[in-house]
């Protein structure tokens, strides 16, 4: 064993997160939310692992941002190996490898571990979880429709109102109108749309801009195109398909560009309205194109991400945060050493009863006992002693009530669930 | 776009699997019985990343292994980074760093993806996925039967009667005094005991513990030791704690040694019984110094991991496996397309009570979409045309037994749920 002097750190790897029970209940949570509203939809769950060939996100994206955003190594077969900074390519990847086996359209989700080699900051860790929804094999206003309502049935779901929230739509179709408008070579349009995407965060955008493009006068013609977009006739058959759905807080905003050159047509995010949190949380879009990258037949698709770490932020910025309760509804507490033996008989036989129960071994005197499953938030307990094990009939405690039963063992489960709800 | 000639590979990186929907299910199924059956012990859910320093691994275990067998590399800003290969010392970190808070007993679970770079083998993956389950801060028999326990019950809970397996125990006293007896060196220990570990996987074992040894006498005496031992009073006593939980099958076994260093006391391993399989799938036991190396007082812990690789391969050996069912309970089908609002406002009514129902978006003929609904599980489909928008009757159709009745909106769902059970 190593010297105290010579100890291990305590400390997780920077920029990832420990989940002590408190927070997995609220990881939780969320997962099960995301996951609820998936299955409403049709939407079946699929996982994939987070060792990728880095080939996979070459293919659709600059060397630079794989070698300097990702986690790529070399393995030892030589093998350049990359953690999944997104789940969308492994998806195609998964969909190409059996797209003659697959019934079409085919609704998947996964709630998936991602990591990028950042700077850790609020909102942006170096391993996050998300939510990936898809349908592909669907082209059209319902499937966009559907994709975005899922988002907005999560947020819904997290008990968010539609006014906390808003869903801002654009294509990449009309993008691609006015870089003809103004005269921008196709090659450089992947450049030019993640350059828009940056908008907000970039003080001096249009000189950015000018630069790219190589002319001021594109440059101001580009800007004042994209201050007079309104609408399109298919954005607004979308309105109309969310409305179907029960989607009432579309907003058509042609500066959302989505950073992803695999996106086609349809893109949106997600805002906070709240003025401490307002900025897009997380978002998607229609790619139509990706899966031709694997040498099948092009397959429409559209899908989002939507991240745990937007998400939380989001809850604890509405006060939405679900308060923390373990699984554990009942603790035995021992009074003695020697009920040990029937205390574990006792949880054993609740346990048949689908009671999560646990029995207190800390061997501490019964008001420390006590004070331990209070500070656990265990809801109920049940001291046994020589009364108990003799008369068979055990008093159950509400800790936090303080409301007290005595019962046999065969209607505990019965008073724990209706007490429970 | 990449051009068909320069296409992207659809296999997954080696050694790693990707989860189609019929896998995932089995996953989820596992998965599941796993939490059921430690949170009816009491246990609370927690996780941390698969990302650790490479520091945690070389602490406990030869700097060979960390660099031969685990994903090791180095990070941008010159940290060795390692992808987890077990859960235990992050278990042990995170419990470290919070000591003077967290109550004990502390009961936790987490079902945690692992990693190891190891030629791809039947049941050893470079990826797997397993429960790991630790009570910290309770010495003795009743927390050793617990942790047993859990095992047990999530063996019976997946289908397995105590026929099908057994849990073969031992400690890891034992084998110290044995060492002892011999008169072996203490430095010495832990390289025999993980030579014992290999036992059955070494043809000229006895001569490789001669080499070690550098005494074949000593090689000799301990070979007669191990065999000669058959039960301690304490695992007697573990046997009678073992009862009061409904455990049948344990076996004294001391052959199990386990090959981790930081076992202190019991060590056990479950056993398939299945000729076609019979061998060690998981387990796990007792170490009470683990804590220390992290500089906090030594706190007694005892735990065990469960890998899903083992647990499917059981229960495909023993004819276990479930029976695979979408998530999705009904799929309605477009007859015409001026149908699809309706289908899809109908969908939406559904979802409000709770029914998962997707709508089928292909454009096929009728006779298409039963065959989709067929081939994907979906139990039930609707067809919406002329007559079910004019009516608002639908006729829901059970797709293998063709069942059929004819309802208002507000009648499927309670329809679906009573057929479904």
């Not at 790529?72 to 789940?87: A, I, K, M, Q, Y």
């Not at 101001?220 to 309104?230: I, N, P």
């Not at 005197?365 to 094990?389: C, L, N």
């Amino acid at each position: 064993m190593a010297k105290q002097d010579n100890k291990l750190s305590t400390k997780s790897y920077r920029g990832v997160r420990d989940f002590y029970p408190e927070d997995q209940f609220i990881q939780r949570y969320i997962f099960e939310h995301m996951e609820q509203i998936c299955e409403l939809f049709g939407y079946e769950e699929y996982s994939s692992s987070i060792l990728e060939s880095a080939e996979l996100y070459r293919g659709k994206t600059s060397e630079e941002i794989v070698n300097e955003q990702t986690y790529t190594f070399t393995d030892r077969g030589e093998r350049e190996v990359t953690l999944r900074p997104e789940v969308t390519p492994s998806f195609a990847r998964m969909i190409a490898a059996r797209y003659r086996e697959i019934p079409f359209p085919a609704r998947w989700y996964t709630i998936a571990n991602c990591f990028r080699y950042e700077r850790p900051q609020r909102g942006r860790l170096r391993e996050h979880w998300q939510l990936n929804a898809d349908i592909v094999g669907a082209e059209g206003a319902a499937a966009d429709a559907e994709i975005i309502a899922i988002a907005h049935g999560v947020m819904r779901s997290l008990g968010a109102d539609e006014r906390n929230f808003e869903i801002h739509v654009s294509d990449r179709r009309i993008l691609d109108a006015m870089y003809g408008v103004v005269g921008i070579e196709k090659a450089m349009y992947p450049d030019i749309t993640r350059l828009l995407d940056r908008r907000d965060k970039i003080k001096d955008f249009e000189k950015q801009l000018s630069e790219k493009l190589g002319s001021s006068a594109q440059a101001t013609k580009l800007v004042k195109e994209l201050a007079r977009t309104t609408s399109t006739a298919y954005l607004e058959e979308l309105r109309g398909q969310l409305e179907l759905l029960g989607v009432g807080n579309m907003v058509v905003d042609t500066k959302i560009t989505r950073g992803f050159d695999y996106y086609t047509g349809m893109v949106f995010e997600v805002f906070d309205t709240d003025p401490a949190n307002r900025r897009a949380m997380f978002g998607g879009g229609r790619y139509d194109n990706l899966l031709s990258l694997f040498g099948v037949d092009s397959i429409p698709a559209v899908g989002f991400a939507m991240g745990d770490v937007t998400a939380r932020d989001f809850l604890e910025t509405h006060n939405l945060l679900p308060k923390y309760a373990p699984s554990t509804e009942l603790m035995l507490l021992i009074v003695e050493a020697d009920a040990s033996t029937h205390a574990m008989r006792l949880a054993q036989e609740l346990r048949r009863e689908d009671v999560t129960v646990s029995v207190n071994f800390s061997g501490k005197r019964v008001g420390d006992q006590i004070r331990q499953a209070d500070k656990m938030k265990v809801p109920f307990i049940i001291a046994i002693g020589t009364k108990e094990r003799e008369s068979g009939r055990y008093t159950v405690k509400n800790i936090s009530t303080g409301a007290e039963i005595t019962l046999p063992a065969d209607r505990i489960a019965e008073h724990l669930f209706s007490s429970l709800g």
